[in-house]
């Protein structure tokens, strides 16, 4: 079949860095290009940590103008942050970045309020320290008139238009995941106007034109539209699972491990609630049934605190090691803060009387077991708690880069795992827009044109099952 190809960019800010990759769809075609890359690095101030939210403005810009002509402009990131406008449009200050310890507490006095299980009845969120509804009961909203997330903030400055896009709004904890829309009962008990917020937009919507400001620094030529995409990126890497049918898990991996299920319809039972598992919305009227794990952010602050040593060889030093001699819980808030990982780490394993890594072999092998145990876990517990088999997880994401940890997450699960596509969320982004220009269908059709274009690699489980539950039981003593 052959039929016009139009191309796409795919703004994809990650919590360490930023891109703006180019898709080019067509309907038997996707190819993904990079055309810009970008650091995001926080500024921690007298005040608190930071994002440096002009940098990543610069970053998109300088992305547009390196990318050239595009049919259409789309923006995912990180969830839960936000800028605070005045009445004027005008940024009041740049955004708290989640790691900044402002919400130190603060969920307490929430859920003096409104109980932990009436809160995860209403809104089906996990409990996670920076969930924007903390921030918003921590923060001082003198003056501000709108609260913008993340990428409709960038939306917004490069279009002039004010929206919220739902996939993001769902980390709110403001959103009900069953109407798909605010949850008006939880926000007025907890004094949180929800006009602070721009009204929803759904994945595919227009979210306006460039601005000519835009156009003339850009060097684009008008009109381009910004079309609303899965804006948080994990909505826009689900997106961009290669799965056929419902019998699979994912796991999005990267900074953070998102390891679930997709489902129907939420899962809101207590149960669910002590497993810590979130509901957050996706396409189509989909549910991301998943839990958060620290992910790949212990290895990325053990290589920061190491002077960045070669990952390759620090892998081939972690194959060598001794396999599950000692584990953590990949998941505890201990490790949430940056610095000091790999002395937090050899404290964590002599604190459950196991052997202390001692070599960044050692340590490098401890994370990326614990992370496959981890991701066990969650797989195990999404099937039994959402009373959902699966056949299969897809691995998606930088982390599809690690073939130590694919393999691992394959032994540790008992499952095969096909991992890939790399930049999941960037593919994710760039088929929102395509199904919005009519040029793919549904996600089932956008998941096979992935599947026929995109490079996979799948890794059969091997090895004693029984060393993972051992593990598993170490961990569940500590």
């Known amino acids: 079949m052959s039929g016009p190809v139009k191309s796409y960019a795919a703004v994809d800010l990650g919590a360490s860095s930023g891109r703006v990759m180019v898709g080019r769809v067509g309907p038997d075609s996707l190819e993904l290009t990079e055309a810009h890359r970008f650091v995001n690095r926080p500024v921690r101030l007298p005040e608190g940590l930071r994002w440096d939210i002009l940098s990543l403005y610069g ?6 103008k390196a990318a050239g002509q595009v049919d259409s402009v789309g923006i995912d990131s990180w969830a839960v942050d936000y800028g605070l406008l005045d009445g004027d449009g005008r940024l009041l200050g740049n955004p708290v970045h989640y790691r900044d310890s402002r919400t130190e507490g603060v969920a307490e006095k929430v859920w003096a309020t409104v109980p932990a299980p009436e809160l995860y009845a209403a809104t089906g969120l996990q409990y996670a320290p920076f969930n924007t509804l903390y921030q918003l009961v921590a923060d001082r909203l003198t003056g501000a008139e709108r609260l913008l997330l993340i990428p409709d903030l960038l939306t917004y400055w490069l279009t002039g238009e004010q929206g919220t896009e739902l996939t993001n709004a769902s980390t709110t904890q403001l959103i009900d ?12 008990r907890l004094g949180i106007e929800l006009e602070l917020f721009a009204p929803l937009r759904q994945p595919g919507d227009p979210a306006g034109l460039l601005r000519p400001e835009v156009l003339e620094e850009t060097g684009l030529a008008g009109p381009v539209p910004v079309t609303a995409v899965g804006s948080h990126d994990t909505a826009s890497a689900v997106a961009a699972v290669p799965a056929s049918g419902e019998r699979f898990a994912y796991i999005c991996t990267g900074t953070w491990s998102l390891a679930g299920l997709e489902l129907d319809a939420p899962v ?7 497993a810590n598992f979130t509901n957050e919305l996706g396409l189509d009227g989909t549910v991301r049934y998943l839990r958060n794990i620290m992910g790949l952010w212990l290895l990325q602050e053990c290589v920061r605190a ?3 040593p070669d990952l390759g060889e620090l892998l081939r030093e972690a194959a060598e090691a001794a396999a599950l001699r000692s584990v953590v819980d990949a998941s505890d808030p201990v490790f949430l803060p940056p610095g000091r990982m790999p002395e937090r780490i050899a404290e964590a394993c002599r604190a459950s009387g196991q052997p202390v890594p001692v070599s960044r072999g050692e340590i490098t092998r401890c994370i990326l077991d614990s992370l496959a145990l981890a991701h066990r876990r969650a797989v195990e517990e999404a099937q039994r708690l959402a009373d959902h088999p699966v056949d299969v997880v897809h691995v998606v994401g930088g982390g599809t880069r690690n073939a ?4 691992l997450t394959a032994d540790a699960c008992g499952l095969p795992v096909v991992a890939g596509p790399t930049e999941a969320a960037a593919l994710g982004n760039v088929l929102v827009q395509a199904r919005a220009h009519g040029l793919v269908g549904d996600l089932a059709g956008g998941r096979e044109l992935l599947t026929r274009t995109q490079p996979l690699t799948r890794y059969e489980p091997r090895g004693d099952p029984g060393r993972w539950s051992e593990a598993q039981a170490r961990l569940v003593r500590i």
Request: glycine content about 12%.
């Open 59 to 64: 970053g998109v810009l300088d992305g547009l």
């Open 306 to 308: 190491w002077g960045d």
């Open 177 to 188: 995941p069953r109407t798909r829309g605010w949850s008006y009962d939880i926000a007025q």
């Open 404 to 407: 130590l940890l694919c393999q």
């Open 268 to 274: 809101l039972t207590e149960e669910s609630r002590a």
